[in-house]
C-alpha cells in the first residue's frame, strides 16, 4: 500500500518568515496530494490540494509543488503569521480512494515565533 | 450547512469492553471514512464506506468494524478494547470516493483504562 513520510516533525520559524514542509509517497499511481491543518483541539481541515497533471498551486501565501519523478511534494508557506501554527498533514491517494483511501504522513507542527 | 457530526464526544472504558461511535454526514455526503489519529501516530486509516458498503480497509484487527446505514450514517465498532485503542477517533465524509475533499468530525475520544 501507499507509504507517506513527512519531514520535519517539528518546525519553529519567526513570524514573517517562511516555512517548507516536505513529503514523500511510495505508490507511483497516487494522483492526489492534499494539506490539512489541524489546530489544537479542532478537526483536520484542507487548506490546499494538488493533482499529478499540475505540478504547482498557489493560494495567497500557502503553495503546493509536486514532483512526480522524484514522488515528493512539499507545502511553502509565505510570511508566516501567528495563526498559522498549528499541525499540518500531507496526504496522498489513488485515483478513486484507491485500496488505502487517503495515506497521511505522521504531520508537522509547524511554530511561529513571535 | 450543518457539518460532520460525531458522538459521543468523549468516553471512558475499561479493557475488554466494547465501543460504538457514530457519524453523521453532511447532507449530500455519501461516502464515510474513519481515522484513528494517536501523539506521533498522525492519522491511520481504518475504513471507507459509501453505498452502504465498504470499498477499503486498512491495517487494522479485526476486533475494528463499521457499517452504513441507507442514510449514510456510519458506526464503527471496536470489540475486547486493549490499552492502545485509546485514540481520538475521527470520521470524514465527502460526497463520494471520487470526490477529493475530506470533511471531518471533531472526534470522539477514547480512553481505556
Known amino acids: 500500500g501507499e507509504n507517506v513520510e513527512q519531514h520535519p516533525s517539528t518546525l519553529s520559524v519567526q513570524e514573517g518568515d517562511s516555512a517548507v514542509i516536505k513529503c514523500t509517497y511510495s505508490?507511483?499511481?497516487?494522483?492526489?496530494f492534499p494539506w490539512y491543518k489541524q489546530e489544537l483541539g479542532k478537526r483536520p481541515q484542507l487548506i490546499i490540494d494538488i493533482r499529478s497533471n499540475v505540478g504547482e498551486k498557489k493560494d495567497q501565501r500557502i503553495a503546493v509543488t509536486l514532483n512526480k519523478t522524484a514522488k515528493h511534494f512539499s507545502l511553502h508557506i509565505t510570511e508566516t503569521q501567528p495563526e498559522d501554527s498549528a499541525v499540518y498533514f500531507c496526504?496522498?491517494?489513488?485515483?478513486?480512494?484507491?485500496?488505502?483511501?487517503?495515506?497521511f504522513g505522521k504531520g508537522t507542527h509547524l511554530i511561529i515565533q513571535p | 450547512k450543518a457539518g460532520v457530526t460525531q458522538t459521543p464526544r468523549y468516553l471512558i472504558k475499561t479493557r475488554g469492553q466494547q465501543v460504538t461511535l457514530s457519524c453523521s454526514p453532511i447532507?449530500?455526503?455519501?461516502?464515510v471514512s474513519w481515522y484513528q489519529q494517536t501523539p506521533g501516530q498522525g492519522l491511520q486509516f481504518l475504513f471507507e464506506y459509501f453505498s452502504e458498503t465498504q470499498r477499503n480497509k486498512g491495517n487494522f484487527p479485526g476486533r475494528f468494524s463499521g457499517r452504513q446505514f441507507s442514510n449514510s450514517r456510519s458506526e464503527m465498532n471496536v470489540s475486547t478494547l486493549e490499552l492502545g485503542d485509546s485514540a481520538l477517533y475521527l470520521c470524514?465524509?465527502?460526497?463520494?470516493?471520487?470526490?477529493?475533499?475530506?470533511?471531518f468530525g471533531e472526534g470522539s475520544r477514547l480512553t481505556v483504562l
Open positions: 505508490d507511483s499511481a497516487s494522483n492526489y
Open positions: 496526504a496522498a491517494s489513488r485515483p478513486g480512494g484507491g485500496a488505502d483511501g487517503l495515506t
Open positions: 447532507s449530500g455526503h455519501r461516502s
Open positions: 470524514a465524509t465527502r460526497q463520494d470516493p471520487s470526490t477529493g475533499e475530506l470533511f
